[in-house]
């Protein structure tokens, strides 16, 4: 008889979430974590009074009403709407583009000027017809001015190379909106939990048994012993001791600070700079997620960085080859019958936290 029925490894959201609805349904479970705390990256640390978004801002949005609900039984949430400002060499612009942008830019003040604007901007660059990289993809689609203002510095800071280096498919689209509406998110839900993403892991998980500062991977063979299955949220390729090779991925890095006696630095959550010669890609003021009218403030400053063993891997490097390498490991994990893979490391991609939350579910679902 084992100890427990399932093993978890990672407390991050989707860890996390099935924990608790195995836990609701009476299985025994063991989670652990590598990590000295639990919540994987929307970890928060409260300091001044300030819940200081550990791993980079996390801002809750979606369109699922089923995942909304979801979380606001365990925790309500406050009504903050995303709407980040562009810094470009002093100058301040709206984000995402609208009519607030666009009357920034070139002084329109009507959608159909905008519009006009827009459609001379992209002709000059009608000649593309197979954009070869993503500059040559933004500028059939934006023009110059957006793109030089606002997508050619940030997006070469994020992915650490000239945009002229990286394929045309990582800029799909890019949605103007003519109207005067800073509301970064489509989706009709957004906000932060009051107090918050603690509160929603700490209610999650509560009950469950949690064990901390364990690396999964060092003790894989003791660990999965304890259990009938384990649900692993880690990086694949490190599951299988990269034998199809290593998986590609960007890294962050923060630097917060605290500002004593400054109770407010920029006004706004955050501010993304979107010129090559800023190192970070923005600043993060965490108080007005919450609107804290604390006397200090505490912002952080965050740094795209190259990935390596030790660091965090954030945002996968889809090109063909990494999906082909990934296509390989999920190859072997349906072999691994009595392992469970889940989340944006076990899956290789970048997934909103209704997305996450959503996936959780439906594997718990499918085990029944």
């Not at 100890?3 to 479970?29: T, W």
């Not at 000295?36 to 009403?65: L, Q, R, S």
């Not at 003791?222 to 990269?242: K, V, W």
């Not at 209704?354 to 959780?360: L, Q, R, V």
Request: glycine fraction near 8%.
């Amino acid at each position: 008889m084992k100890q427990y029925d399932y093993l978890i490894v990672g407390s991050g959201l989707f860890g996390a979430v099935f924990a608790h609805e195995a836990h609701k349904a009476g299985k025994r479970c063991l989670v652990i974590e590598k990590r000295p705390h639990t919540g994987g990256n929307i970890y928060c640390e409260e300091v001044a009074g300030i819940n200081v978004h550990k791993y980079g801002a996390h801002i809750f949005h979606t369109d699922n009403k089923e995942v909304w609900q979801y979380v606001n039984r365990l925790v309500e949430f406050n009504r903050y709407t995303n709407s980040p400002v562009a810094n470009y060499q002093g100058k301040l612009y709206n984000l995402p583009f609208n009519m607030n942008t666009f009357y920034q830019l070139w002084g329109v003040r009507t959608p159909a000027e905008a519009q006009a604007k827009l459609q001379e901007q992209c002709a000059a660059y009608a000649h593309i017809s197979q954009p070869r990289n993503l500059e040559e993809q933004a500028l059939r689609l934006c023009g110059n001015d957006i793109y030089q203002y606002l997508v050619k510095g940030y997006t070469e800071k994020q992915w650490g190379c000239a945009a002229t280096e990286l394929p045309a498919f990582i800029i799909k689209r890019l949605p103007f909106r003519f109207t005067f509406d800073n509301n970064y998110f489509n989706d009709p839900y957004q906000g932060i939990p009051y107090g918050g993403y603690n509160r929603l892991i700490g209610l999650l998980l509560e009950g469950v048994e949690v064990r901390t500062g364990i690396d999964y991977l060092e003790h894989r063979a003791e660990l999965s012993a304890l259990a009938h299955r384990t649900l692993y949220t880690g990086c694949i390729d490190a599951y299988f001791d990269y034998a199809c090779g290593h998986l590609e991925y960007r890294s962050l890095r923060f630097e917060h600070k605290l500002l004593e006696g400054v109770a407010n630095f920029q006004g706004n959550a955050v501010v993304n700079y979107t010129d090559r010669e800023t190192p970070y890609t923005r600043i993060i003021e965490h108080k007005h997620f919450e609107f804290g009218q604390q006397p200090d403030t505490v912002i952080t400053y965050e740094y795209p960085d190259s990935y390596a063993p030790g660091k965090e891997p954030y945002y996968p490097v889809n090109t063909s080859a990494n999906n082909e390498i990934f296509a390989r490991y999920q190859s072997m994990a349906r072999q691994t019958p009595d392992v469970l893979f889940g989340g944006r490391l076990a899956q290789y991609t970048y997934a909103d936290m209704d997305d996450t939350i959503a996936a959780a579910l439906s594997l718990w679902r499918s085990q029944q």
